[in-house]
């Protein structure tokens, strides 16, 4: 019934291939079929102006895709001369996704963009973007705590985010571009590693939905999340 | 327990004003509590590029905070050359909200502009948004139905939100701004009144959640948008 | 004569309402007829670089309109990336008039800003937001004087503003927005409670004007202004 | 008693060069003293959206100052991303004088753009500006009359414009930046050469001023305009 | 002596991988060492304003670099409002050195964009941008010659770029990033396949140069462009 | 052949005229033949953050065209909200080329801006710019030598710029309007009046050229610019 033939509670294949940029204290490049995320962590020794002297650091993140990621050619944001709302939104997101995972006391003064900028494009953008800037942080925080600057982890649990959606009447795990085009309902869920939840987004998008329904999302949402933290760890260790 | 002495579950004081500009073919001033909304309707007999000669209407929503309607001055956005992340996300969710409650087939090819211009500030300003705007909204199109201009009502039910959220571990309905600073968890919930869900959002802030949360901050969610919608049609039907 | 049926040299009904937001330090909200202007005074405990360390402090004002205030909708100036020229031009004008009846010396170095924003427009706007704006400047400036943090009131004499101009070829005091349109000379006066004259504006639109013309309307200007201050004095002193 | 010696009512030297560019349908270089102000007016066969079909011509302006035109060098606007609230303010002012000069019908439907640079700023630019503005537009037009292209003279009498201020107590004409920067009060009159009053500015700068100073101020004004028309029309006939 | 220890006379491995995002008409991963630039080709059926009508094709190119392909974080462009001075030299240099070896005619009357956004950088994404943009465009070409929309091959020759530099007092070919810092003299030189000179450009950094190391570096690119050639061909029959 | 008539290495007529303004500390008028540009320099004493400290002074360039400079006119680049690619690859090329001329150490910790605004443009605007902006320097770092400021002239020899092309097959010097949009190839040739070289653009338009042709280019260029050198030394010591 899915346009890929997956089943309704099947994932897109996750490949997370780490180290892809020498210059990022963290990277990798995060492919969910043929959605494709090069992710990178920069570190840096200052922090934004309302924590400055507090002793806390800060996470946040940036968001762009390339233009010809999509399937017809996009406008470069930066000859618009502005992101979009749409950019924006994501950008948001993924940083705050981000700093649930993070105690930002164990992390001292210092800051961690996570840049996302997407290579390739077929849906669930902005989910491929949590799980693997989750990569590129982890992989930016082990150098810290290597180095010694810093010793508690910081980083509490895994953070993954998958989308699920009303497709053709049916609950469905990890929308592709076709899926997410027609979808009535189109979900977002953030959750840690530990399963406590993060973000919760549900939208119609040209139908309206029940708690019925809501809560058969949330639990494709809890098994994908699952297989995405198994493919983070393992890519963190390699 | 809260700081304003309400019941978990109780609702600020909710008053709808309407026909309050003359220009405007639909309006509204909403008040929960010390957040007042002026939420206006404007008809253009014109449609945005991508639907043109579709024979389907649009319903789209700006939003705006007066400089002084906080508790230190904000800037003025006009002056900063740019509405800001979260202006742009605010005015995208209440367009996307008030469409899941119009047939637009029915509205014709027309457009509706719903401005919601916040006077005063004391959280949940996008759900006054939202509950005032469809007032507006449904005025503007009681104005078409009366002149004839359409003759099937576009409108399915009426849509309204309200904020529910964990203050001091306890879910809570009807955030106030004392409380929305304060809270581990923030969810926005838009339903129509027909009980049917548009969008759901909660997010965590410094804390995270649990399904058995989610499910109490939905549960008072509804009890909210009922009420809401109550005073919704009292005020139409003024 | 005139379209409203006014006299010659009769003013619109004017109102103002004080204490009309809770934040700000001073506020009302003005009716010059249908002409609505919101105003706030806000209150910094800091100054432009170009004073600083002067000792004196500094008024300035922001003007907008909202979208609906207007017969049809306008574009929000936020989303146009910047202030248009007669939004600049106005808001320039009521910083300058208000400034003349500041002793900036005897305020202190701090700046309090006025914020004057049009709900419903129908003429006259600029002078309305004039003369509501230096009410909430004085409730502002009251609640320093009461607070001991100034000693000597920096309020000189009250500030008021009314246009007049030549409408079918008659001197006209106070136009609203159908005189406006058609008239085809335009002036601003802007006075003192003291009589001292601040600024004025007359400009051909259309038509031409003679020196005699030019004294008729300072006369009635002369005239609109003295109610005006009455109508200040009494809203304070409530 | 003023600082460059000149009479209370003696203008600065003027002098008005035609003819400074190739390329523009007219232009000149007016210098008012040390401010020298290079003037364009060029031709399009187009008229703004707002005119179209209406038969009526239109006359704009726009201003700029080089950046080291003043004493000590200015940002250039085109780096600033926008034209300062002075500068729209001005050229504003210099298309609105310029018109009431004009008939627009007998220019017939095209547009003329004077551009108006300060390449030396010495107080005065915006009545310098006009005064050379409406040289290069007669030049201009006597283009397109000699063409055959309009039959009608569209240009009713000169336009000219000078400066009155209130200096060191006494009224002054024609004031410099010395006395500018000094001056309680600040006027801007613009005259048509039949005597006709286009547009009057009066501005207190500091001080106050009263009715019998007004006249004053408009009495010198009317001096120096006669003698800046008798300056432009032996320029253009040259 | 060179800090990679190459010859004065070699250049970087090259490589060029195609076909690397599915959306794209034509596409590589270009790698100078460890400069990487991903170029796509994406075909548009329409042209700029100024060449509609005119039967010709345009070809035009974008240029970008991730915010973290640097030692340090840049700030993203998108983010900043607009392209920074030296993107668009750069973007505009590449779509020159593109056009010199097309024939536009026999492209017909469409566009193609060439992006080409940096991954990694060390020195010279500029001439990888030109080899790699004309593998992309050759690929976009190939395409619509494949499908017939085009009958005659638009493209001459190759285009291919190299940077040379006078190092520690020595001409070098292929300056990698820490050369590129430390050269006296920088510059890039255009060729095509068949030997024509499309761009030269040299300039002093810090030193100044004379016409026989000018010659020298023109000596060595015309080596440098030889392979390149060489790739670029081994890339497109692949 | 030439349009102008003028011999293959024959340039226009030059007259550079100085202290054309009051304000700038250096200041020039250029003509080339009908490309007329106003440079001025202004000094500072700060320099810009990346040298802050060092010791060493900075010497940066704007660039700017009157909207009527062209045959027909422009849009203002300050209306537009930007400059546009073409001015700040000159203005960037202006500075670069004017450092190449400057010991820095010698200058001190000041920055020295020239602004080069093009008041009639017929082609070499970029080269007219660099030779009158050197002019306009040299006379402004005089008056600090004069001053004591500086005791070791930092102007180590003048910087003159010529454009060459090949026009209707042929080598030609300094093209004007009429042959620069006809060139099948454009070069930009600065120089230092020591012969060193500083930047060789070339470029091709519509045609490639051979090694041949561009050794006969750089001939012409060093023809051109000993005589603007001439010309500037006369200038500055008039």
Redesign the interface.
């Known amino acids: 019934m899915r346009p890929s033939g997956r089943d309704l509670s099947e994932m897109r294949a996750v490949s997370i291939e780490t180290g892809v940029?020498?210059?990022?204290e963290g990277?990798c490049l995060i492919r969910m079929g043929?959605t494709h995320v090069?992710c990178?962590a920069?570190l840096?020794e200052r922090v934004p102006p309302f924590i400055k002297g507090s002793g806390q650091g800060w996470v946040t993140a940036?968001y762009?895709m390339?233009?010809?990621?999509?399937?017809?050619?996009m406008r470069?944001?930066?000859?618009?001369?502005?992101?979009g709302?749409r950019?924006?939104?994501i950008q948001?997101l993924i940083g705050?996704a981000l700093r649930?995972g993070v105690d930002r006391n164990a992390l001292g003064e210092r800051q961690i963009?996570v840049?996302c900028?997407v290579?390739?494009a077929d849906g669930g953008t902005r989910c491929a973007s949590i799980t693997g800037g989750w990569v590129a942080l982890r992989l930016a925080v082990n150098k810290l705590l290597k180095a010694g600057d810093i010793v508690t982890d910081p980083l509490i649990s895994p953070v993954a985010a998958v989308s699920c959606g009303v497709y053709a009447g049916q609950a469905v795990l990890d929308l592709d571009y076709p899926e997410d085009s027609e979808a009535g309902v189109d979900g977002n869920f953030i959750l840690?590693g530990d399963g406590?939840?993060?973000?919760?987004?549900?939208?119609?998008e040209g139908s309206?939905?029940?708690?019925t329904q809501?809560d058969s999302l949330?639990g494709l949402a809890e098994k994908g999340v699952n297989e995405l933290v198994t493919a983070q760890l393992a890519a963190v260790q390699r």
Chains 1, 2, 3, 4, 5, 6 share one sequence.
């Open positions: 940029t020498k210059h990022a990277s043929d090069l990178t920069s840096e940036e762009g390339l233009p010809r990621s999509t399937s017809s050619r470069r944001e930066a000859t618009q001369g502005k992101q709302g950019t924006v939104e948001r705050r649930a963009t840049d900028d290579i390739q840690r406590a939840l993060i973000e919760v987004q549900m939208s119609a309206v939905f029940s708690r809501m949330m």
